[in-house]
């Protein structure tokens, strides 16, 4: 099948959305089919080479977060060229409500469309207001498709249509197979923090506060930060003698990450809100890491209601630091906990996700043209 | 010279306004090809559906799946919806062994009618949503095409997906035992 994927938001930074959207385009390539991806970027970036650049990226304060998008006269060239060339069987865009390229490909789409939804916003009122002015690129769009039951539960209560819910996948060959930093977990015991940690959503103030009450009781305690951010602006919150036991890995590749998930013997997810999946937390799941997180809905789910992952109450400072000293003095607690998410995180693996979406594809072309298939795509 | 502007004016008015007819009965055309083709999907894989269903049902000698899936296949435009929820419940209520293909077809062939029948639901209202507007009921513009019907019927997938199961158990001993009865 010749596929043509949308992405919102620019490969230069890292980002739920764009892991996503490479992950699934190599399991796709790896199942025989044909990918080309639109994206953001500058024509000399050093992208895969099935990602098409569309031009500059702009970043634009959206949902919480910052993104780097592309808009404008320029852009819709671009995306009207590609898709013209690209005759594809299926257009696959991410996010489609939001200003970028991806709205601009739904508008000038002509054959089947598939919109996978990965946000869960809980208030979306500007969403339902601008529904009308909406209505004609939503028509365009065939099946939908939901990365978690928040993100389906949004879509259908403001945008109306129904959406599957296929979960993001984690690339599980690559997190358990990868080698932990050298010197890592060490003997003392070691917690991990990815993300960034300046954004209030992440939670990471709380870790913080945890880490440093527990390490002035365990002497070898360590902490392995990563993620963007400044330096400083994470070591000035800790006491200075405890800036030795806490290291900074700053933005890391997709590589090091894995690497980070292996080197930890506590992976926290302290997060207060604003997660639609946690796809770190399958990333650490695959890794074999023990994980305490809060108990936000999404995080319950992708931890199979607990058994795969310690739940702490949402933003419950105290209960955190409790769990906390709970998991690193109970070797056994964690080998189970680990072993669990090694069970279940199997469903999340990115070539069971893919075929999943290759499904809805089938469908979509079959609801645009009227051809029906023969068989599973496989 | 009001009276040359007034015209001018009118004119531009009326082809804007035409042009956006001609926009609107596109979109109405296209919707309604849509619904239409997603019928014919959703129709097929119903029937595969049922015809997955006969096989497994031959192979455990089950009588009543076995009908279920018969009437199904069979059933005239009107009893359709009910012969499907029939088959519907008829396979959410045996337990089917995930080792044999036949089982592996008919899940693969319920998941295909569960999106089927989401993509031929959302594209039927996108075109009756269509068809209330005001300009396309005023100059009916939907005229040509016939209403398109929902097809109601309830949430055909299978809950405990015997694919999905089997995989993930078998880590850690204690914890495997309980699911792998359990399906």
Redesign the interface.
């Known amino acids: 099948m010749r596929i043509g994927i949308v992405s919102p938001y620019s490969f230069d930074v890292p980002g739920g959305v764009q892991n996503h959207i490479m992950d699934l385009s190599e399991a796709l390539l790896e199942l025989g089919h044909e990918v080309s991806v639109l994206a953001p970027a500058d024509d000399d970036a050093g992208l895969p080479e099935y990602v098409v650049p569309a031009g500059r990226a702009v970043p634009l304060p959206y949902n919480g977060s910052v993104a780097r998008i592309s808009f404008g006269p320029v852009s819709t060239a671009r995306v009207r060229r590609w898709l013209r060339r690209g005759e594809f069987d299926v257009l696959h865009v991410h996010e489609p409500f939001t200003p970028s390229l991806t709205f601009l490909a739904v508008l000038s789409a002509r054959g089947p469309v598939v919109a996978t939804f990965h946000t869960a916003m809980t208030r979306s009122r500007a969403l339902s207001a601008a529904q009308n002015f909406l209505?004609?690129a939503?028509?365009k769009i065939?099946?939908?498709i939901a990365v978690s039951e928040l993100a389906r539960k949004v879509q259908v209560e403001h945008l109306?249509?129904?959406?599957?819910e296929i979960p993001n996948g984690v690339a599980v060959r690559k997190f358990a197979s990868a080698v932990p930093l050298p010197g890592w977990p060490g003997d003392g015991g070691a917690i991990g923090f990815l993300g960034r940690f300046t954004e209030p959503r992440k939670g990471f103030p709380l870790l913080r506060t945890a880490f440093v009450s527990l390490a002035r009781e365990r002497p070898g305690l360590r902490m392995l930060v990563a993620g963007p951010g400044d330096r400083d602006e994470l070591y000035d919150d800790i006491p200075k003698e405890l800036h030795d036991r806490v290291e900074f890995l700053g933005l890391v590749s997709e590589a090091d990450k894995a690497r980070m998930l292996r080197s930890v013997d506590v992976y926290v997810a302290p997060n207060t809100g604003g997660e639609s999946f946690g796809m770190i937390l399958t990333e650490a799941m695959a890794a074999g890491a023990a994980i305490a997180a809060s108990d936000l809905d999404a995080f319950r789910r992708v931890l199979d209601g607990g058994?795969a992952g310690a739940l702490f109450p949402n933003g419950d400072q105290a209960a955190l630091t409790r769990l906390l000293g709970e998991l690193l003095d109970d070797p056994a607690r964690r080998t189970?906990l680990s072993?669990?998410a090694?069970?279940?995180?199997?469903?999340f693996d990115w070539p069971s996700v893919a075929n999943?979406v290759l499904?809805?594809y089938?469908?979509?072309i079959?609801?645009?043209?009227?051809r029906?298939f023969d068989d599973?795509w496989s | 010279m009001p009276r040359m502007w007034w015209v001018v004016g009118v004119v531009v008015l009326a082809a804007i306004f035409s042009a956006y007819l001609g926009w609107t009965a596109q979109?109405v055309e296209?919707?309604h090809t849509?619904a239409?083709?997603?019928e014919?999907?959703l129709d097929?894989?119903l029937l595969r559906r049922a015809a997955a269903a006969a096989v497994v049902a031959e192979r455990r000698e089950s009588v009543e799946l076995y009908s279920a899936a018969r009437l199904a296949l069979d059933a005239e435009p009107g009893e359709r919806e009910t012969a499907e929820n029939d088959l519907t419940r008829q396979l959410q209520a045996v337990t089917l062994d995930p080792a044999d293909p036949a089982v592996r077809t008919l899940a693969?062939t319920s998941?295909?009618v569960?999106?089927?029948r989401?993509?031929?639901?959302?594209?039927v209202?996108?075109a009756l949503?269509?068809r209330r507007r005001v300009f396309v009921r005023l100059f009916r513009l939907a005229r040509r095409y016939p209403r398109p019907q929902y097809f109601d019927i309830v949430e055909p997938s299978l809950p405990a997906l015997p694919l999905?199961r089997a995989?993930?158990?078998?880590?850690?001993p204690a914890?495997?035992a309980l699911p792998a009865q359990a399906v």
Request: proline share 4%; glycine share 8%; charged share 30%.
């Open positions: 209505q004609p939503m028509e065939t099946a939908r109306g249509g129904g959406a599957v058994r189970d072993s669990c090694r069970a279940a995180v199997g469903a999943r499904e809805v089938a469908t979509a079959e609801a645009t043209d009227g029906v599973e | 979109r296209r919707l849509r239409r083709s997603a014919r999907a097929a894989h693969a998941r295909r569960v999106l089927a989401q993509v031929h639901t959302d594209l209202r996108d949503s269509a999905a995989v993930p158990t078998p880590a850690s914890e495997g």
